[in-house]
């Protein structure tokens, strides 16, 4: 079972995952063997699911950030995977989450500008015989950024 140890890693980790097993053992007072072991720990248990590098999306020249509500016309299986597969071909949508309340999904997009926004609710999200509406909130300025998940065991 994890500890205040391995809550300690995670925290780390969250933040740079570029720290070797001798910056973890210097930061939990380990041995970089002892540190590398309860990383490969956690990622054994599933508690580190996976690195990755965050990339600027102005440097992409991706200037729209977006959240698109969508409701769809009806509840069914079919409908749900035919848009569940468009959904992972459209490379704009970052991220896809199932909703409670009035929308069915929110999807979060990164655009080049508005007119691609534009096409891709009206041209590519719109047209989908299982949607029925569309609200998207154009992002203004981001406050805070994705942050760490707060971890305590």
């Not at 729209?64 to 509840?75: C, L």
């Amino acid at each position: 079972m994890p500890d205040e140890t391995d809550s300690r890693l995670l925290r780390a980790v969250q933040r740079n995952a570029h720290l070797t097993t001798q910056d973890l053992g210097e930061m939990l007072a380990l041995s970089p063997s002892q540190a590398g072991r309860r990383r490969q720990f956690l990622e054994n248990e599933g508690y580190i699911t996976d690195y990755r590098a965050t990339v600027d999306p102005a440097r992409l020249g991706l200037t729209v950030e977006a959240f698109i509500q969508v409701s769809m016309d009806g509840h069914t299986r079919a409908n749900a995977q035919s848009f569940l597969a468009l959904v992972d071909t459209v490379e704009e949508v970052v991220a896809a989450w199932t909703l409670t309340g009035d929308a069915d999904y929110m999807l979060r997009v990164y655009c080049r500008d508005l007119k691609a926004l534009n096409r891709l609710v009206h041209e590519i999200l719109l047209p989908h015989p299982s949607v029925a509406r569309v609200q998207s909130q154009v992002v203004m300025d981001r406050i805070k950024a994705d942050s760490p998940l707060p971890v305590a065991f």
